[in-house]
């Protein structure tokens, strides 16, 4: 919902987040902590913690956190069990999306790591143009390599790695997939990519035959990063990821009746904006 100019109301952000908390997803992305004035459809991010029913859910709950002072604010409710910071390989988009340098963001880490582990939660970082930089930077997997092993030596255990603007392929996606196996067994690695409808299979199918397990998407496809550029390119679609893991043979313990209740509020949401 972040690149939405018109203000999705509150109400609705909670009936159809307590919607997908009944589905049986792992995680939820529900909110940010961060500036109103920067990202103003996440200002009421805490008034939509407080209303979800988390009683029945098997779900986590993930907050996106640019700073410091984010995590902070998160690591007050102890409903939050993931904080996800996004970490970029391009200098220029990190300044865009957080207003620090990728050195600068490195100490953040840091610091919101400790943040985590003092207050039980754990930190995930969306490390963005994974696959690819539109910025005229140099992209290489030795730049990647360099910036998760930074990472690790702050402690980071969990990365997802992220397209953000849609620039992957199957083989850029292959590459990296494989290399990061191979040199950092002792990560867990998900895919968060970006992708227009006709391409998102092949990427889905790319990731999983090089051994990625866990994936983030979003019902319709919906979705962006407003810091990335003005036409924004969509996150997978949680209905072509479920088609292709069912094709693969893998049991999906999802509640697939309230996941159709869940896709009727999303087109409620998002259906004059696709």
């Known amino acids: 919902m972040q690149g939405l100019e018109e203000f999705v109301p509150t109400e609705l952000k909670i009936q159809y987040i307590n919607s997908l908390l009944k589905v049986g997803f792992d995680v939820i992305d529900f909110g940010s902590f961060v500036s109103p004035k ?10 939509v913690l407080k209303k979800l029913d988390l009683q029945n859910s098997v779900s986590a709950l993930l907050a996106v956190v640019p700073n410091v002072r984010g995590a902070e604010d998160a690591c007050v409710f102890p409903d939050i069990d993931f904080l996800g910071y996004p970490f970029s ?15 600068q963001s490195i100490s953040r880490v840091d610091e919101i790591n400790n943040l985590c582990i003092q207050n039980f939660k754990e930190l995930v970082v969306h490390l963005s143009m994974a696959f690819g930089n539109p910025y005229d930077e140099e992209w290489n997997m030795d730049i990647i390599l360099h910036w998760i092993e930074r990472l690790t030596d702050v402690g980071v255990n969990t990365i997802a790695l992220s397209d953000t603007i849609g620039s992957s ?11 990061l ?27 999983y035959k090089s051994g990625c397990r866990a994936f983030d998407s979003a019902i319709l496809g919906f979705g962006g990063c407003p810091f990335a550029q003005d036409e924004l390119t969509g996150n997978i679609s949680t209905e072509i990821l479920l088609e292709y893991l069912k094709s693969e043979g893998e049991e999906l313990e999802l509640d697939f009746k309230q996941l159709q209740l869940s896709h ?5 949401i998002f259906s004059h904006h696709l």
């Open 181 to 207: 196996s191979r040199e950092f067994p002792f990560l867990e690695f998900s895919a968060h990519l970006h992708s227009t409808p006709e391409f998102s299979l092949e990427k889905i199918k790319a990731a």
């Open 89 to 103: 390989i391009s200098e220029e988009f990190q300044i865009r999306n957080t207003n620090a340098t990728r050195e």
């Open 264 to 268: 009727k509020i999303a087109r409620r």
């Open 38 to 47: 920067s990202t103003p459809q996440m200002r009421d991010t805490i008034d």
């Open 169 to 179: 392929t199957p083989e850029s996606i292959k590459l990296v997939c494989d290399n």
